[in-house]
Structures are given as structure tokens and as C-alpha cells.
């Protein structure tokens, strides 16, 4: 089990380089194939999303959801464990300096997820039972025709729902009942079975009370945790500024903020950066087009829209507070010469400014949001590529599966686990790029058409 671990982890990290440069030239060559859509139409994006805010919308129709909720379920997914555990690493490994290099990863992903968001509008068809359906099998397939095509579609089916589905949902669950056992010493088990019993009822309901739940919880947990943010950051606000200035500076001269002792690198600012950023607002990956699929718009360039604003507010909003969190405790630099890394980095930059128990709370709270949005969003996902690959018949089964995995997640943490899940999360890039790429002309027209 160690050597099967070792082998994965190092195809896992060998991967992950590749993808690193494949995903930000790809966010670079749809940035100028769509004219830096990601700028001249930010401002409209805005009116899309708050023009169609409400905490009650109703599905537009059978199958369907409104754009709001495909955005809710879009972000309930993209901000996960990554904004806490996945920053706080990206930290540890790469400085100060990572979090430029995820922001600069980030807003060339805005114009890759538009993309995704596009053709899934694009492509969407409905089920056997008059059901709308979409996501990367379909334009996949449009891409590349007969038998590769369908191979591709297919590849990237299973990839992503072993990777969220099971693996996925397997992490987030050990990281709520982690969170909680170290903050309130609750025990594992009977965690994982609260979320699981909760999720099971979520996903009885289909996409319509997934939607329902995730257009209430996104703006509760973003409140939540922002609030507390901004509380945490006014009581060390005289590092807040050296804090912005170590970003800057730790891009391109780690050794001058961290000193040299600690041993990190440009390159590795950018290594982690990049792959923690991108991990995170999963533009690229292919998961949340399957939300933005079946939201009633106008235009799919509406759609398009909308989706940038996720990968904005997950990396430039959430996960920029949680690296200043961290940063405006000034003791980064000791807690990578501890070894520390992941949640308890954060739990302690927290607790410094809220006092250890408080912060540990705070963060077993905002791990809970976060995960548990993810865990009912990732369902969704694998759920779309199960009815593509086995039909209807298949969902029930597999939702107890992912039920039981949850259970299993939150009782047992096995490296394996995490690092299987790293590896297809990686390897399910591959087919929705190479697709999306391919169509990058349709993509451009589209970005162009007046609206």
C-alpha cells in the first residue's frame, strides 16, 4: 500500500506540472481568442448575477434551474477544502508569493471557465424524460466525432466521478469531521453520519433541491465567513499592509520575506500557487459546467458570464482572505519551520486573533459550510456522468455509495485516498481542454455576438 501510494503520488505530482502550464496557456489562449472577455465584460457579469439573485428561485423549467442557482452550485463546489487547507498549503510550500501567481492563474481561468460555461449552454440536450442535460461528454463529443469521441466522453465520466464523486467526497467529509473533532473533540463517526444522512435526503431531491439548498448556503457561508475575515484582519491591522507587500514581493524574491533559511523558490511560489489556485476554482476541470448547463438564459454567453464570477469570488474574495488571515498573523514563517501545513495553519492564525478555541471553531464552521456545499454539488456532477454512461437506473445505487463513502471519509483518513483523488482530478482535465480547445473558434464567435 506505501509503494502504491509513493507510485501515485509521484505520477500524481508529474501530472500536475504538465497541467500547470497546459491550464494557464489554455486560460491565455481563450483570454485573446474571446478578447480579454474576462475585462470588457466584467461589469456586466455583475448585473447577470445580482439582476438574477434571489434565495427562492424557481426552476425555469423541467429539469432546469435559474442562473443564479447554477452559479450557487458552481461555487458550492468551488469553495471547498481548497480555500483553507489548499491556501494554507500553497503557503507553506510556496510563500507569500503563491497567492500572486494565483491570482494571475485565476483571471486567465475566468476566460477558460467562461468557455466551459458557453459550449455547456451550447451542447445541452434533454434526457429520455424531457429532463435538461449538459455538461463536458456533450460538447466532448462534438469535438471529436465516432469512436474517439465517445471514448474521450467516456474517459472523462469515469475520471470525474471516481475523483468527486467517491475520492472527492471521501476528503471533504474527513476534513468537516477533522475540523470538529479537533475544535469540539466530537466523535468521527457519528460526523460522518449526520452529513451523510443530511446529503442522502439533498440528493433524494435531483438537481431541484440541490439548487434550493446551494442558493441559501453559498450566501450564508460567504457571509459567515467573510464577517469573520474582515473581524480577524481589523484586529491584526497593523500587519495588514506588510501582508499585501509580501505577496508582491514573495513572487519574485521568496528568500526577502521568508528568508533564505526557509528555502523556497520563485519556481515553487509558482508551482503551488498555480496548482493550489487552479485545484480550487476548478476552471479547466470540467465539473462546474454541468451547473451552468442547465441554467435558462437568453444567451450562452450570459451564462458565460455568470461563471467568471465564480472563479473571481473563490480566489480573489474567499481564498485571498484566508491567505491574509494567515499572512496578517506574522507567523507564517515559524509555522512552516514547525512543519505545519494544511487547516491547522490557518486554525492558529485564527486563534491568535480570536483566541485558540474560538478559532478552531470558527474554522470546524466554515470547514462545515464549505465542505458539505461541495459534497452536495460534487453528487450532482457524478450524478450527470452516470446517466450518461449507465442511464437512470444507476443514480440510486450509486447515491447510497457515495453516501456510505462519506461515512467512510469522515472515520478514516487514508493517504491513498487523497492522493487517487489528486490523480484523477488532474487526468479529467485533459479531454474537457483538448475539446474546448478545438471549439475555441465557436467559443470566440459566440463571446462576440451582441447581447
Same mark, same amino acid.
Given at each position: 500500500?506505501t509503494?502504491l501510494?509513493?507510485l501515485?503520488?509521484?505520477?500524481?505530482?508529474?501530472?500536475?506540472f504538465v497541467?500547470?502550464?497546459?491550464?494557464?496557456?489554455?486560460?491565455l489562449?481563450?483570454? +485573446?481568442?474571446?478578447r480579454?472577455?474576462q475585462?470588457?465584460?466584467?461589469r456586466?457579469a455583475?448585473?447577470?448575477?445580482?439582476g438574477?439573485l434571489?434565495?427562492?428561485?424557481?426552476?425555469a423549467?423541467?429539469?432546469g434551474i435559474?442562473?443564479?442557482?447554477a452559479?450557487?452550485t458552481?461555487?458550492?463546489a468551488? +469553495?471547498?477544502?481548497g480555500?483553507?487547507?489548499?491556501?494554507?498549503?500553497?503557503?507553506?510550500?510556496?510563500g507569500p508569493?503563491?497567492?500572486?501567481w494565483?491570482?494571475l492563474?485565476?483571471?486567465?481561468?475566468?476566460?477558460?471557465?467562461?468557455s466551459?460555461?458557453? *459550449?455547456?449552454?451550447?451542447?445541452?440536450?434533454k434526457d429520455e424524460?424531457?429532463?435538461?442535460?449538459?455538461?463536458p461528454?456533450?460538447y466532448?463529443?462534438?469535438?471529436f466525432?465516432g469512436? #474517439?469521441?465517445?471514448f474521450?466522453?467516456?474517459?472523462?465520466?469515469v475520471?470525474i466521478i471516481?475523483?468527486?464523486?467517491?475520492?472527492?467526497?471521501?476528503v471533504?467529509?474527513?476534513?468537516i469531521?477533522d475540523?470538529?473533532?479537533?475544535?469540539?473533540?466530537?466523535n468521527?463517526l457519528?460526523?460522518?453520519?449526520?452529513?451523510?444522512?443530511v446529503?442522502?435526503?439533498?440528493f433524494?431531491?435531483?438537481?431541484s433541491?440541490?439548487?434550493?439548498?446551494t442558493?441559501?448556503i453559498?450566501?450564508v457561508?460567504?457571509?459567515?465567513y467573510?464577517?469573520?475575515?474582515f473581524v480577524c484582519?481589523?484586529?491584526?491591522?497593523a500587519n495588514?499592509l506588510?501582508?499585501?507587500?509580501?505577496i508582491?514581493?514573495?513572487a519574485?524574491q521568496?528568500q526577502? +520575506?521568508l528568508?533564505?533559511?526557509?528555502?523556497?523558490?520563485v519556481r515553487?511560489a509558482?508551482?503551488?500557487?498555480?496548482?493550489?489556485?487552479?485545484?480550487?476554482n476548478?476552471a479547466g476541470?470540467g465539473?462546474?459546467?454541468?451547473?451552468?448547463a442547465?441554467?435558462k438564459?437568453d444567451?450562452?454567453?450570459q451564462?458565460?458570464?455568470?461563471?467568471?464570477?465564480?472563479?473571481?469570488?473563490d480566489?480573489?474574495i474567499?481564498?485571498? *482572505?484566508t491567505?491574509?488571515?494567515?499572512?496578517?498573523?506574522?507567523?507564517?514563517?515559524?509555522?512552516?519551520?514547525?512543519?505545519m501545513?494544511?487547516t491547522?495553519?490557518?486554525?492558529q492564525?485564527?486563534?491568535m486573533?480570536?483566541g485558540?478555541?474560538?478559532?478552531?471553531?470558527f474554522?470546524?464552521?466554515a470547514?462545515l459550510?464549505f465542505a458539505?456545499?461541495?459534497?452536495?454539488?460534487?453528487?450532482? #456532477?457524478?450524478?450527470?456522468?452516470?446517466?450518461?454512461l449507465?442511464?437512470k437506473h444507476?443514480?440510486?445505487?450509486?447515491?447510497?455509495?457515495v +453516501?456510505?463513502?462519506?461515512?467512510?471519509?469522515?472515520?478514516l483518513k487514508?493517504?491513498?485516498?487523497?492522493?487517487l483523488?489528486d490523480?484523477?482530478n488532474?487526468i479529467m482535465?485533459?479531454p474537457?481542454?483538448?475539446?474546448?480547445?478545438?471549439?475555441?473558434?465557436?467559443?470566440?464567435?459566440?463571446s462576440n455576438?451582441?447581447q
Amino acid at each position: 500500500m506505501t509503494t502504491l501510494n509513493t507510485l501515485v503520488q509521484m505520477l500524481s505530482d508529474k501530472i500536475w506540472f504538465v497541467l500547470m502550464i497546459l491550464l494557464v496557456g489554455s486560460g491565455l489562449f481563450f483570454s +485573446v481568442r474571446t478578447r480579454f472577455i474576462q475585462v470588457r465584460r466584467f461589469r456586466k457579469a455583475w448585473k447577470h448575477v445580482f439582476g438574477n439573485l434571489t434565495l427562492f428561485g424557481d426552476k425555469a423549467e423541467k429539469g432546469g434551474i435559474s442562473s443564479f442557482q447554477a452559479l450557487a452550485t458552481a461555487i458550492a463546489a468551488q +469553495v471547498g477544502t481548497g480555500n483553507i487547507a489548499g491556501c494554507a498549503s500553497a503557503l507553506v510550500s510556496g510563500g507569500p508569493g503563491a497567492i500572486f501567481w494565483m491570482w494571475l492563474a485565476a483571471f486567465f481561468g475566468m476566460a477558460t471557465i467562461y468557455s466551459e460555461a458557453v *459550449m455547456a449552454q451550447v451542447t445541452r440536450t434533454k434526457d429520455e424524460d424531457g429532463h435538461v442535460i449538459g455538461g463536458p461528454v456533450y460538447y466532448i463529443q462534438q469535438a471529436f466525432h465516432g469512436k #474517439f469521441g465517445r471514448f474521450l466522453a467516456a474517459f472523462f465520466s469515469v475520471s470525474i466521478i471516481l475523483a468527486l464523486g467517491l475520492m472527492g467526497n471521501m476528503v471533504q467529509s474527513n476534513s468537516i469531521s477533522d475540523a470538529f473533532f479537533s475544535a469540539f473533540g466530537w466523535n468521527r463517526l457519528a460526523v460522518g453520519i449526520a452529513i451523510a444522512v443530511v446529503a442522502g435526503f439533498i440528493f433524494i431531491g435531483g438537481i431541484s433541491r440541490i439548487a434550493h439548498v446551494t442558493e441559501k448556503i453559498v450566501p450564508v457561508m460567504a457571509a459567515l465567513y467573510l464577517v469573520g475575515g474582515f473581524v480577524c484582519l481589523f484586529i491584526n491591522r497593523a500587519n495588514l499592509l506588510p501582508a499585501i507587500t509580501s505577496i508582491f514581493v514573495g513572487a519574485f524574491q521568496p528568500q526577502a +520575506v521568508l528568508g533564505a533559511g526557509i528555502g523556497i523558490t520563485v519556481r515553487q511560489a509558482m508551482r503551488y500557487g498555480v496548482a493550489r489556485g487552479l485545484f480550487s476554482n476548478e476552471a479547466g476541470m470540467g465539473s462546474t459546467p454541468h451547473a451552468h448547463a442547465l441554467a435558462k438564459v437568453d444567451k450562452p454567453q450570459q451564462q458565460g458570464e455568470v461563471a467568471m464570477i465564480g472563479v473571481f469570488f473563490d480566489t480573489f474574495i474567499v481564498l485571498t *482572505m484566508t491567505a491574509l488571515i494567515v499572512l496578517s498573523s506574522g507567523k507564517l514563517g515559524e509555522m512552516i519551520r514547525a512543519g505545519m501545513t494544511g487547516t491547522p495553519v490557518v486554525q492558529q492564525a485564527v486563534g491568535m486573533a480570536f483566541g485558540k478555541n474560538w478559532g478552531a471553531a470558527f474554522i470546524a464552521i466554515a470547514l462545515l459550510f464549505f465542505a458539505f456545499s461541495t459534497i452536495i454539488s460534487w453528487f450532482f #456532477f457524478a450524478k450527470q456522468n452516470m446517466l450518461y454512461l449507465f442511464g437512470k437506473h444507476a443514480v440510486k445505487p450509486f447515491a447510497i455509495v457515495v +453516501v456510505l463513502m462519506i461515512i467512510l471519509g469522515a472515520t478514516l483518513k487514508v493517504e491513498l485516498v487523497w492522493n487517487l483523488a489528486d490523480l484523477f482530478n488532474a487526468i479529467m482535465v485533459f479531454p474537457n481542454l483538448l475539446a474546448l480547445l478545438v471549439l475555441s473558434g465557436r467559443v470566440a464567435k459566440i463571446s462576440n455576438e451582441s447581447q
